[in-house]
């Protein structure tokens, strides 16, 4: 069964980087072979697919680097008080700047979330969903982002429409490699690491990472509960 895994890891990350290099190699080539006859504008496209493949493939070697830390249990946490509120607008607007035609609508806490947590590992994290939001919306432009305080915990909800994910894989997308087989996948570029670095992270920080989607609105929504901020929690932490 353990072969069998390692196979599958290897197989499907073999196929995930030959894909990007491929079409660098192949427009390189094309623009070295042809130069004289493509005007300025079709330089000008062929070198914006080679900066996204060459962006594709860095996240893809960024995601199997950060597998391995968490695989070795390496990845160390710097917890300190965070505010969720602020740093998810941060990271919305990250991305915004390359998606400006998406919107972002939000219902924040009006009081203050202060969360324990290592404000870098959060970060990747929730630009780690966003980025799944985005890339996973079917016609429709729109992001919904909520936080709220639950009990022990600071929760983020990260909502997108115009998808529909069945019960039966609610676990299953946040094992390594996973996607759904479906015209979504085919549609979208990514590795199936994303989700599993997320529920990693956030597991080493005593948070979970949970998954719901709705039928009637056609979305799917994904809850971040990242554990709050109190003095005694960072001191135990810390070892005071």
Known sequence: MQKNIKEEFISTLSHEIRTPLTSIKGFCQTMLNSWDALNDEKKKEFLGIILNQSKRLISLVENVLNVAKIDSDSSNLVLSKVEINKLIQNCANMLKIANPDFNFEYTLSKNELNCLCDNDKTQQIILNILDNAIKYSINSKKIEIKTKNEADFNVISIKNFGNYIEE???DKIFEKFYRIDSYIKTQTQGSGLGLYIAKSLIE????????????????????IYIPIYEVEKLTKNIGV
């Open 204 to 223: 080493k920080m005593q948070g979970k990472i949970s998954v719901k989607s709705y039928k009637d609105e056609n979305s799917v929504e994904f809850l």
């Open 168 to 170: 039966d894989y609610f």
